[in-house]
Structures are given as structure tokens and as C-alpha cells.
């Protein structure tokens, strides 16, 4: 893999690099620095207002749905009089170089009042005059600097998401009673004599029990609404025991208050809920830059060109497409609905939707289908059917999209949490028996002291502080988890389901091998010149290949779209594409991607494409092989099976020529049969089955660009890892385990204190946060120690 160091921030660049005055940089933020610091003035090097030709040409007519003042209106956060304010996404951001550029787009257009970078979430959020200048013409500036927008049908649609800050404010509130509380109880644990202090005991308690009231009724009230739920869903889950602890605990401790029989366990109650908040706050654990609910949306343009009876053309939202319009569809621009081909060459690649990596020809009156990319130039099309009734757009009309968030998973937590509800009440009970036989007056006292000290804090804790990590500690080795429950999914998987196009294989190159008569140096440079010429993704990929062959000048060229290319130099004419357009009879019919090539009509061999596979490919389904059970499913045809066979463990199983909906279903099988799936997968031809399986992980070349609809992402440069997550998922269930058993001990502690009628305030403040604070730290170190080993 390429890399070197950035001249200007000193980064590591890998398969990024730009090259400019023969010094390499790793972004166009730092290129940008400097260029500028070399012409020592920003407003004369990008001087776009004077000179709109700057503007590339690989842009023009792109964004001009922005001159639809309903689309653009859309996208706004703000207009109001002469000011608007838009945020977009920049996926492009990359130091601290890309924040200078982007906040100085003001010395650029002087009509931008402001522009503020947030850097996690690789958004700069642009304050403009809109009568002096347009949402269209900050794009094309963005665009023109190297920063392009990425601007999509979902930003059309989305609203503007408040954010939920409730766990914030409730952690602040606890921290802030907690920390207040122990203040003033510091007297009475240490028994403190003097006038002061006895004199104003009782404002001491009072102003405890006030600090109480808003933990118990706002930073605990979700304990008692979950616990209320699961009662009257008939389940006993984990909050069902702490919210009956926070109940005792404030009963008790307001009864000695008012009675002014003690000072109660405030501290107690207010560190409880403290730890639990902070446990959740820790497991909360989010990746702003990335989404992990994306659907089509986020892959559809947000207008398209239409053509009106009159040939003249407008920009339209795509949802106003109706059956019978006319489209334009450009050089690499997406095909928003189903329709027909009325003219132009149509090359369509469509690996996104059906994960076939080899793009198809069309010709006029062939059926076009929403979700391709055409990369051959301009094509006029009839519109079949609207957005929401294309072909692409079914396969959301599943019903594994329509299902709730909730997921039905069980966590660890609540699978113990009936069980110790269940232990801690027949304690209580059996004690308060006892000491109602014995002796009366501490029979309440046992009661409430037991409910007191076997609360789980602890148990609860220990969950979100190991999965809160291994989240933070798989984010670093760039494994982006939806939240931590996927951590316990993927630790109970035994089936790996991979996708093959884009997967197992890379898209960034290709293996291509020669079959045939050697050629001569002047065959190469016509060849080379021929592919030159063409913009078939095939042809790019060949012309690569003769990187030290001499380039002649071609006139006698013609390509023919679905067959090949035609050319004559001089007296030699050569043809190249299909093997029935070559007119080589001597080929047998192959399932590889091949091109042929003959001159003077006489057939002098092929080129054959095969996809390149990921490095550690082979050593990852051998490792693999051991615990799970193993599957490769593709849209591709079945030209590569005898490579799989070959380099596969025994026993995997292969699919090809599958559509979505064969992948979703062939995962829904295996989970009929008591399978729990985990589906690799890295376009939206895997949507279906990576929102079916039990985990579904998308592969990404990018994490910044699209992936679908998913539970993780993964960065493809750790492709070879995935192996060491799911046992490392595994051994971090396994820590919770042991630390359910260190909370168990703590508790068998505590409750000897209890059942013998033992237990006093200074016990429980001390007993209660020692546990929590040790299962903190236990959880806390060995994971980390786990995660050196995935390194």
C-alpha cells in the first residue's frame, strides 16, 4: 500500500495522496495552506468571484437542481430576511488544514458571513446573504476547492432531529446531590461533636432529603418506568430490583428524617443512582460521523433533470417524477427510477444494487432499472414507474424494515436480573420471618436494610462499563458498533454469511491475466491507444496496464456499445470486446470477464478479469472454520467457484447469482434452524440480509461515504480482524460473568450485616460504592487488557 508522509501537517497518507509541485499531501486542506502561503494572499490564488471558469468542468450542470428554490429551501437550517444558513456534510475533512480552508470560505465569497467546521461529525455549517449569493454557488465553490458536498435524497426528507440531553442533565443532577450529600453526612459518619454541628444537625438532614427529591423523581424516574413496564409485561428485568432498592432507600431514609430517628441512607440513594447513570452515560457510547440506519435515500439523488415537451429541461425533486416523463441522465449519475432507454449509450453498472461487479450494456428500448450508475456519457429515458414503486425501492417493502428498533435480544443482564429479584425478596422475607419470631423490633429494619444492600448496582454496572469499552476499544481499531448490545450479539454467533463483490474482493483493482499470441510493440501501442480512448470501466482498467507503451494518434475509431471497439491505424485494424464481436470461434463460452482482441481479423488472445481478493482472505476462513459455520453468497455468476473451492476450508458454502431477496431469505432459513447469523456485507444489494441476521456488519472502503442499513461498520483495512472481534465479544461476556461473581461476594457481605439486623449508614455508604467502584475497575482493566490483544 502506498505511503508517505503529508509536506505540510506531517500525516501519514495512504492511497490518498496528492501530488502538487513535487511535494505530497495528504488532503486538499493542506495543499490549499500551502498554495496560499506561497501567493501569500488566500483571495488572489482562489479569486472565484472574478473568475468563474475556476469552477471545474467535471461539476458543471451537477448541482443545478439547487436553483429550485423548493428543493434548496430543503436543506436549510435557517432563512430568515437576507440571511440563510445551511449545514452540509463534507466527507472530505481531514486536519486541522481542512478546518483553516473551510472557516476562511468567507475571504473566498465575501457575501459568506461565516462558516463553522464541526470536525467529529465532518460538517461545516455556512452562514451566507442569499440575495447576493446561493446555496448552488457554495456548493460549487465547496466542490471547487476539494471539499464537495455530499448531498442526498435523505437530507431532503430529514427533519431536524432534536437532541435527547435527558441522561446528561440527570447525571449532573445526581453528581451534583451525590457530591452534596456526603458533604453534609461526613459529620455524622465520623460522630463529630461540638455545638455547631449538633445545632444544626436537622437543617443538615432536611437539606439531604432535599437534594434527594429530584434523583429519586427526575434521575431515577426510568428506573421506575422500566421496571412498571416489565411488571406489566410479566417480566422481571434488571431495573425491577434497583428501582424497589431507590424505593426502600428513599422510604427509610425519609421516615428516620422525619421521625429524626437517624440520618437515613442518602448517600447511599444518591450515589446509587450516580453510578448507574454514569454506567449508562459510559455505555452510551455514539459515532457521530457515522449512521448505521441508512436506506436508499441515502444513495439517491435529491433531483433530476426532466425533459418537457418543448425539449427545453428542469430540475424536478425526484419524489415529482411521474409515469411518462421524459429524464437526462448524465455521466456517473444515478438512475433514480425504473424506465426505458430511448437513446444514448447506456453502460450501467449496477454492483450496488445486485452485486454483479460487471457494468451492463443497454440499448434503445431495453428496460433501465432505478439504483444504476450509467458511466458511458449522456441517455434520455421514459419513466415506468415512480421512486417509491421501482424495483430497488421494493426491497424496503420487506417486512424485516418495518420491525421495530427494539431489538428481541436478551442481554446477560436481564437473564440474571428474574433470578436475583427472585433470591433478593425470599432473603427479605425469610429474614423478617426470622426476626418477627425473635425479636419484632428489628424485623422492618432487616427488611428494608436487605432490599437496601442487595440492590444490583454492581450487577448493573458491570455490563455497561465492559461493553461501553470494548465499543471505544473496537472504535480504535476502526470497528464502529451500533451500540453495545451487538457486543453480546456477536458473541453468540456460530454462522458467518459473507458477501463476495466488494467483500471478499476489493473494488480498488483487479487481476488480469493474458491468454494468447504475444504481441508486438506496435500491437500494444494501438491497443493502448485504442483503450485510451474509451470510457468503459474495462477499458480504464486494461489501459492501466501499459503504463511504459508509447501512445499513437488514432482517427479511424469507433466503439460499438454491448459489443466492443473498432480501430484502424495505418494499414492495421484492430477489434476488441465480446468474444462474438471478434469473431474468435475458437473460444469456448466462459463465465470469466474476458476481453478479446484480433488484428486483421485474425484472433490473437483475451484478457481475462479476475476479481482481487482482500489480503488474509484464505487465512481468515481457516481460522474461522474452527467455531463457525461459514457461507459466501454473490450476485456474480459462478465464475469464480473453482477459485473459492480451491482456497476455501471444506465445507463452506457457496451462492451465486443471488438476488437481495435470495440473500435475505437464505439468511432467514438459517435462522429457522437455530442459527445465529452474523452478514457481512458492503452494498444495498445486502440491506435485505444485513437487517435480517442477528448482526450485520458493513465493509467499507470509506466509512465516510455510504453504507447501508446495518448494526456495525467495518473499516475494509481490518477486514482480516473480524475473527479476533467475535472472540474478543466473546471474552468480554465472559468478564461480565466474573464480575457478577465479584458483586455476588460483596453482596453476601453486606448481607450478613443486614439479616442480622447489623447495618448502619456508614456501612452502606461505604460498602455500596466500594462495590461499585471495584467492578468499575475490573471491568475497566481486563478489558483493556483484552484489547491489546486485538491490536
Not at 282 to 290: D, G, I, P, S
Not at 371 to 378: D, R, V, Y
Not at 688 to 705: R, T
Amino acid at each position: 500500500m502506498k505511503s508517505t508522509q503529508c509536506y505540510h501537517c506531517g500525516d501519514s497518507c495512504e492511497d490518498s495522496i496528492i501530488n502538487f509541485d513535487e511535494k505530497n499531501f495528504c488532503c486538499n486542506g493542506c495543499k490549499t495552506v500551502y498554495e496560499i502561503f506561497s501567493e501569500n494572499n488566500l483571495t488572489s490564488y482562489y479569486n472565484f468571484q472574478d473568475n468563474p471558469g475556476a469552477i471545474p468542468t467535471k461539476i458543471e450542470g451537477k448541482y443545478d437542481f439547487l436553483d429550485n428554490k423548493e428543493i434548496a429551501a430543503k436543506l436549510l437550517d435557517f432563512s430568515d430576511g437576507s440571511m440563510q444558513i445551511a449545514t452540509l456534510y463534507i466527507p472530505h475533512i481531514h486536519c486541522s488544514s481542512c478546518i483553516w480552508v473551510l472557516e476562511n470560505l468567507h475571504k473566498l465569497n465575501s457575501n459568506i458571513v461565516s462558516s463553522q467546521v464541526d470536525f467529529p461529525k465532518k460538517k461545516v455549517r455556512v452562514t451566507y446573504n442569499f440575495n447576493e449569493t446561493s446555496l448552488k454557488e457554495i456548493v460549487l465553490l465547496l466542490s471547487a476547492i476539494g471539499y464537495e458536498p455530499y448531498i442526498t435524497l435523505e437530507d431532503y426528507d430529514a427533519g431536524k432531529k432534536a437532541v435527547d440531553r435527558s441522561l446528561i442533565y440527570k447525571l449532573g443532577i445526581a453528581g451534583f446531590a451525590f457530591g452534596n450529600v456526603m458533604f453534609l453526612s461526613f459529620p455524622e459518619y465520623f460522630e463529630v461533636d461540638g455545638y455547631w454541628i449538633e445545632e444544626y444537625k436537622n437543617i443538615f438532614r432536611w437539606l439531604m432529603f432535599f437534594f434527594s427529591l429530584p434523583v429519586v423523581f427526575y434521575a431515577g424516574s426510568g428506573y421506575f418506568i422500566s421496571a412498571y413496564k416489565g411488571l406489566r409485561s410479566k417480566i422481571l428485568n434488571i431495573d425491577v430490583p434497583i428501582a424497589l432498592g431507590i424505593f426502600v432507600l428513599f422510604v427509610r431514609s425519609s421516615v428516620e428524617i422525619i421521625f429524626d430517628l437517624g440520618t437515613g441512607f442518602f448517600d447511599s440513594l444518591t450515589g446509587l443512582v450516580f453510578f448507574l447513570l454514569l454506567g449508562k452515560f459510559f455505555q452510551q457510547k455514539t459515532y457521530n460521523f457515522l449512521s448505521f440506519e441508512r436506506d436508499y435515500k441515502s444513495y439517491f439523488p435529491i433531483a433530476v433533470t426532466r425533459i418537457l415537451s418543448n425539449n427545453k429541461e428542469e430540475n424536478v425533486p425526484i419524489y415529482d417524477i411521474e409515469k411518462g416523463d421524459r429524464l437526462l441522465i448524465r455521466n456517473q449519475e444515478l438512475i433514480p427510477v425504473d424506465g426505458i432507454l430511448i437513446n444514448g449509450n447506456a453502460e450501467i453498472d449496477y454492483s450496488f444494487v445486485t452485486g454483479e461487479a460487471v457494468p451492463v450494456a443497454k440499448k434503445s428500448g431495453d428496460k433501465l432499472f432505478a439504483g444504476g450508475k450509467q458511466l458511458s456519457g449522456i441517455l434520455e429515458m421514459e419513466v415506468l414507474a415512480s421512486v417509491s414503486q421501482s424495483y430497488l425501492t421494493q426491497l424496503w417493502s420487506n417486512e424485516v424494515f418495518q420491525k421495530e428498533n427494539k431489538s428481541p435480544f436478551k442481554t446477560i443482564t436481564d437473564s440474571i436480573s428474574k433470578n436475583f429479584t427472585i433470591f433478593v425478596l425470599s432473603i427479605a422475607f425469610i429474614a423478617t420471618s426470622f426476626w418477627l419470631f425473635f425479636d419484632a423490633s428489628k424485623a422492618l429494619n432487616v427488611f428494608t436494610a436487605v432490599l437496601i444492600i442487595a440492590c444490583p448496582c454492581a450487577i448493573a454496572l458491570a455490563a455497561p462499563f465492559a461493553l461501553g469499552n470494548m465499543l471505544r476499544i473496537f472504535g480504535k481499531e476502526k470497528f464502529y458498533l451500533k451500540n453495545a448490545t451487538v457486543v453480546e450479539q456477536l458473541a453468540e454467533i456460530d454462522t458467518i454469511i459473507f458477501d463476495k463483490t466488494g467483500t471478499l474482493t476489493t473494488h480498488k483493482e483487479n487481476t488480469i491475466s493474458y491468454d494468447g499470441v504475444e504481441l508486438n510493440q506496435q500491437e500494444k501501442s494501438i491497443l493502448k491507444s485504442s483503450l485510451r480512448a474509451s470510457n468503459h470501466p474495462l477499458s480504464r482498467t486494461l489501459y492501466s496496464t501499459f503504463k511504459d507503451v508509447d501512445v499513437l494518434s488514432i482517427s479511424d475509431y469507433k466503439e460499438i456499445v454491448g459489443k466492443g471497439i473498432e480501430v484502424t491505424y495505418n494499414e492495421t485494424s484492430l477489434k476488441l470486446g465480446a468474444a462474438n464481436f471478434v469473431k474468435n470461434n475458437e473460444e469456448k463460452a466462459t463465465l470469466d470477464t474476458s476481453v478479446y482482441i484480433s488484428f486483421n481479423d485474425e484472433y490473437k488472445g483475451k484478457f481475462t478479469f479476475k476479481n482481487s481478493y482482500r489480503k488474509g482472505v484464505k487465512s481468515l476462513f481457516s481460522s474461522l472454520k474452527k467455531d463457525f459455520d461459514l457461507a459466501v453468497v454473490s450476485g456474480d455468476n459462478e465464475g469464480e467457484r473453482v477459485f473459492l473451492q480451491e482456497n476455501l476450508p471444506e465445507g463452506t458454502a457457496l451462492l451465486f447469482n443471488q438476488k437481495p431477496e435470495d440473500k435475505l431469505e437464505f439468511v432467514a432459513k438459517l435462522q429457522k434452524e437455530h442459527k445465529k447469523v452474523v452478514m457481512i456485507g458492503d452494498g444495498l444489494n445486502d440491506a435485505g440480509a444485513l437487517a435480517q441476521s442477528d448482526v450485520g456488519i458493513a465493509l467499507s472502503e470509506n466509512i465516510n461515504v455510504f453504507s447501508p442499513a446495518c448494526d456495525g461498520i467495518l473499516d475494509a483495512s481490518k477486514f482480516s480482524k473480524i475473527g479476533m472481534y467475535i472472540h474478543a465479544s466473546k471474552k468480554a461476556i465472559q468478564i461480565i460473568k466474573y464480575s457478577f461473581i465479584l458483586s455476588l461476594c460483596y453482596n453476601v457481605i453486606g448481607l450478613y450485616f443486614a439479616v442480622t439486623g447489623q447495618l448502619i449508614p456508614v456501612m452502606a455508604a461505604i460498602l455500596m460504592p466500594l462495590s461499585s467502584i471495584s467492578i468499575v475497575v475490573f471491568t475497566t482493566v481486563s478489558t483493556n487488557i483484552l484489547g491489546r490483544k486485538i491490536k
